[in-house]
């Protein structure tokens, strides 16, 4: 960072929004690449293709029933040219596009509160809007 602070509980609490607005970039990445439009986001599904171990996929591990969790297995451990598709219909019979809606929400509410309560304001003038360029982002 460039500026100067003064002192170290400014520079540990800005660490901390950092860290959760690059948490929150990757689930959102994570999302994009599942449920985004492509000609946007430039993602095509290789999140699943390559059975990363995404937000989605740990959602969906944390919701499911066992039988649920068992047809998510199976499909993501599949190497059928229909994997991504199966993959996302499990993703969208579980809701994770509302569950996600919901995290990005509450972690956007969260993010800027932290934000708010920082005592240099220099810190609120480039945090803010990279949180806001963040917020429901389609690329």
Known sequence: MILGGDGNSCWESTREILLNIGEYF??????????????????????????????????AKEVATLEEQQELLEAFESDNADKVDKVTQIYQNMNLPLLFNEYEAATYVSISQSIDLLEDKRFQQILKPILETLFRRKT
Do not use: M, N, Y
Request: with cysteine; proline share 3%; aromatic share 8%.
């Open 26 to 59: 990757q689930v959102q990445d994570d999302c994009l690449d599942c449920f985004g439009d492509p000609k946007d986001s430039g993602k095509v599904g290789t999140d699943i293709t390559e059975s990363k171990c995404t937000w989605l996929f740990c959602k």
